[in-house]
């Protein structure tokens, strides 16, 4: 943990996640590795942890391993914000409107699956269903908004409606927005303690949960596979990789699909109730329509903001600084008054996103996977999770719309994304032309 300063950030301002303020990963205590396991689970993440819980209380004896403290990557890191992940629907379509409908449907099952676990397993995790708002940049975004709420009404059910701008002070305390769309079903949660309740539920169904345990290298043998942590191997019969964003070299087949992407947020001091009333009116999740997405939400507690978007800077001197400038002054485009309330915090992590924008899962070569969920993974994360443990178990409840989707690389890709500055300043400049 460093310290920033500056002129905006408080006098114990820290790089680390609010989150972790009330909940840091930390490794329970040395735990030998053991020599095999029935099945191992490389990533104790929203994925590796759902999937524990389903193969543990399908009677496996499970192993889970993570280089750092169990829930440490973008688990206890991310927005908490709890949706869906409508934008499916328009990638899904690719595929016709009988599969995008599918992949839409089973998205709300799971959003229903975490809100399941949550309860189930006693999680107390802030879980509040306080719906989503996400503002239109010009009328003519507005107008968008509308034509595509249409089209997906035409294929099924949505309770999404449409704010004009005539409204939007009910939703939201700016005039940035030219109204936009609301999203009832939307939760929040605390995503660090979201992870921490999964590790704990797993360790009382007698998952070995082991931090800090790298793995290197996987070999495949007979009747399984061997892994390599720190001069050690521990065999399995099954294995998940569930690193999304921090797969690196692990695996070459998800390297050359996962495109690593880096978000960051920053959280504000403590604010007046008025304000927050007055801000933040229903305490909802929210978001700009620019495609360079900007998303933001009050704490739990309903007293601070957390502001989360790209990253300016991944590499070099005083990347903290750089990320929370930015950040902070896309945050003031939406609540200028803020220009006086310190940051006390800035963060970022490993987002896993995919060259067709969907969430992926499947076996290649024995081993099991589930990724990509496009920056919008604690629903997805947390069912691909559950739903990989069901194929890993050949449970007739397995099948998945997401299941049979190719999964694709592009050429001359190798898990280094090259192209992304030069991606991020096309959005930018068509956010830019969008709102000239
Ligand atoms: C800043 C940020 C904001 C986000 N906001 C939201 C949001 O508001 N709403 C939403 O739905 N989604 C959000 N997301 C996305 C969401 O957090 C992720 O999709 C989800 O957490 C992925 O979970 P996971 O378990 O697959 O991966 P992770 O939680 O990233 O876990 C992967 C784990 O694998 C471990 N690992 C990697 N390599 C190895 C190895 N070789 N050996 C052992 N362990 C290894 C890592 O240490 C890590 O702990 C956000 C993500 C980020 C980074």
Redesign the pocket.
Known sequence: MARLTGPFFSDDAVDTPFWWDAAKPAAPAATELPAQSEVVI????????NAALTLARAGKQVTV????A??????????????P?WATFDTAMAYGPDKARAIVEESFLALQHVKDVVAREAIACDLAVVGYFRGAMTPRLYDAMGRNLDRIRQVMPCDAYLVPRAEQLGEIGTELYHGGLAMPGYAGLH?ARY?AGLAEAARRLGVQIIGG????AIASQAGGFGLS?GGRTITAKQLLV???????A?LPFLQRRIIPI????IATGQLPAEVMDRLMPKRR?LAGSQRVVT?YRPSPDGTRILF?GRVLKVTGENVGHANATHLRKQMLQVFPELERTPITHY??????FTFDKLPHLGEQEGIFY??G?N???????SWF?HKIAQRMLGSTDAPSAYADLPFSSRPLYYGKPWFLPLAVLFYEMRDRWDQR
């Open positions: 490389v990533g104790a993440g929203f994925t590796g942890l391993l993570d280089a750092e169990p829930g440490w990557g973008a688990s206890s890191r991310n927005g908490g914000m709890l949706g992940g995503p992870v345990a790298r793995v290197t942590v569930a690193t999304n964003g921090y797969t690196g692990l880096r978000s960051a947020l999740m998303y989360g963060w970022h992590g490993q987002t896993g589930a990724c969920y920056g919008t993974g604690i629903a997805r994360a999770g």
